[in-house]
C-alpha cells in the first residue's frame, strides 16, 4: 500500500464497486485531487459519478481500490471513523434538497455545526452569512414546507459551506434550480471555495457546469475517458446526447 503524492489532498486508486444487481458501477477508476482545487467529473447519468463521489467521501466503502484523504487511509477505517471524517471534515450537497422538517432555514443550515459542538450563536452567524450570500437571507424562520424546492437547495449549499469543509461533495447541486438562478449559485459556491480554500469535487452532467472547474475528470460506464462532450442543460434536462472519444 503506498500513500498518495503530498499535493493531493484526495486520492483515489483502481476503484472498482458494483450495484446489488451484477452491473459495473466504478471499473477501476484512479484520481487525484490537489487542495484547493475545483474537480468537475463530468459524463451523462448512469456513468458513475455519484457511485464515486459516494466511495471519495466515505459513504460507502469502495469493493477494490483505495481512497486517501491527507495521507490518511479512508478505505481501510472503520464505520465510525468514517462518519468522523465525514462529519468534521467533509460536506455534501444532494441533488435534491434533504431538511429537517423540524427545523427552520437557518437551524437547518447551522446543523452541522452545531452537532460538531460550535455554539449556538456562532453556528447561527455562520449559517445566516452563507443564506445571505445565497439570496434567501429573508426566508431564515420558514420551515421546510414552506419554501420552493430552489430555496430548499440554496439552504442545502448553505448547510455544506457553512462549517468550511476540508473538502465539498456536490453531486449535481445545481438541479433543482431554474436556470436563471443556476449561474449565481454556482457563482456563490465556486467563489466561496476559493475564498476559504475549499477542495471541492463537483459531478456534473452540464457543460456549463463543468467549464467552472479547474480541471475535468469524465467517466463513461464506469471508467474514465478523454473525453465527453456535453451540451448545456436545457430546461427539459436528459434529452439530449452526448459524443465522446476514448
Not at 444487481?21 to 477508476?29: F, I, M, N
Request: some cysteine; aromatic content about 4%.
Amino acid at each position: 500500500m503506498v500513500a498518495p503524492p503530498d499535493n493531493d489532498v484526495l486520492w483515489a486508486r483502481a476503484l472498482h464497486f458494483t450495484h446489488d444487481d451484477g452491473s459495473p458501477a466504478l471499473s477501476g477508476v484512479s484520481l487525484g485531487v490537489r487542495e484547493g482545487e475545483i474537480l468537475a467529473v463530468s459524463g451523462p447519468r448512469g456513468s458513475g459519478k455519484s457511485t464515486l463521489l459516494r466511495c471519495l467521501s466515505g459513504q460507502v466503502p469502495a469493493q477494490r481500490g483505495e481512497v486517501w484523504f491527507n495521507s490518511a487511509p479512508v478505505h481501510t477505517m472503520n464505520p465510525a471513523a468514517r462518519e468522523r471524517l465525514r462529519r468534521d471534515r467533509f460536506g455534501w450537497i444532494d441533488p435534491a434538497p434533504v431538511l429537517v422538517p423540524e427545523l427552520n432555514v437557518w437551524e437547518n443550515a447551522a446543523l452541522p455545526l452545531m452537532l460538531r459542538g460550535t455554539s449556538r450563536r456562532r453556528a447561527k452567524t455562520a449559517a445566516l452569512e452563507w443564506l445571505e450570500r445565497l439570496d434567501i437571507g429573508d426566508q431564515t424562520r420558514k420551515r421546510p414546507h414552506e419554501l420552493r424546492q430552489s430555496e430548499r437547495q440554496r439552504v442545502c449549499i448553505a448547510r455544506a459551506l457553512a462549517p468550511a469543509p476540508t473538502v465539498l461533495f456536490a453531486d449535481e447541486p445545481t438541479a433543482p434550480l431554474y436556470r436563471a438562478d443556476r449561474a449565481h449559485v454556482l457563482r456563490t459556491l465556486t467563489t466561496a471555495a476559493r475564498s476559504h480554500g475549499i477542495t471541492v469535487v463537483l459531478a456534473t452532467h452540464d457543460a456549463d457546469t463543468a467549464a467552472l472547474a479547474d480541471r475535468t475528470v469524465s467517466l463513461l460506464d464506469g471508467r474514465r475517458v478523454h473525453t465527453v462532450h456535453l451540451p448545456p442543460v436545457t430546461e427539459t434536462e436528459g434529452r439530449a446526447t452526448c459524443s465522446l472519444s476514448v
